[in-house]
């Protein structure tokens, strides 16, 4: 009885000592994040997943063909959708010529997350240009939707020629079925290397207190586990609800099927390749690899016949004279920023003759 005693009275001990070791560390890595989460202690998780959810934002609107879409007629002093869902793009001259419209579909920095609707590049890009802009990117979107979204509104807006945003990310959100909590639709390629989409009609969003798991459930409050995986890369998938439909690499395969529906649509098109600030707040092998997969876009596009545009150079020459904080906000360019990006692709529009 008595070495049981002391054996229960070890493992009791070891069992109290990680514990604290483990509160240790947890507090630290609150202490770290800073004195915010001292303070609240939510499932960290689901508190990403309602932050970021579609469903959860009251701009955008569940979609049948592409998950979801922003909400027409939306407005707020951050951000302001028209009555057929795109972006305002105030500042086109009054003389402006009654042509055809630019139109201009992508992701994030296509729409000009984090600034006002006059300082989105697409804004800017109108008045340099003097011709009406349409501003069709919307957040969050993989390439396969920003394809399947150019194809739609350019049936509908007939555009007279199209901007095209690209980033590396844009590559594996191709590659899931659900990001961020929201489904999605993506492709594979048949035996003849054509794209077959899935997915659709996409199912729709759901609380994200719904698709959690049991151990995001359990462990989802812990900064120590999220600490842990963010190291070790699994992170993303841990806290963004993100579901896989194809196999990592996926996503580089599709780029050239997906570049070649643009170029079927016989409207000169540039195809302009952006960068988070990640890629300048990052060691040098993160911006080697967002440079490699842009690079691999703008390649298939060139092949396509779809003119392409690198604008990592002049960013860069701007982040070294001025700092990343002068041409980024938090995951996306800031004014001045997006002032840089109209101007580059307005010269481009001209030396083109779009």
Known sequence: MRLAREAAARTA??????LLSLAV????CRVAAGSFWLKHWPNLVLYQLQASHPEKQVDYIYDKTLGFLPRPGFTSPRISFDADGYRLTPGLPPDAPPAPPVLVTGASFAE??????????PALFQARI???VINAGV?????DQVVMRTEQVSETQKPAAIVV??????????????????????FTLNDKGALALHNVPVPEMHDPQRTMSSWQRIFGWSK???????????HDAWISGNVRATPSGTGERLACPLMQHLAALGVPTLVVALYEPLVWRNPAEFQAEHRRLSQLMLDCADAAGLATLDLFAQVDRAVQARGVN???LTDHHSAEGYRLVADAIAAEFERLKY
């Open 165 to 186: 945003i690209v980033t590396a990310d844009g590559l594996w959100r191709s590659e899931v079925k659900q990001l961020w909590g929201a489904p999605k639709p993506y």
């Open 130 to 132: 003097g011709r009406h």
């Open 112 to 121: 000009s997350d984090e600034v006002d609707d006059a300082d989105t590049w």
């Open 326 to 328: 002068a041409l980024f």
């Open 224 to 234: 120590l586990v999220a600490t842990i995986l963010e190291r070790i890369d699994g």
């Open 13 to 18: 001990l070891v069992v109290v000592s990680i």
């Open 139 to 143: 957040v969050a979107f993989g390439l």
């Open 25 to 28: 560390l947890e507090l630290s």
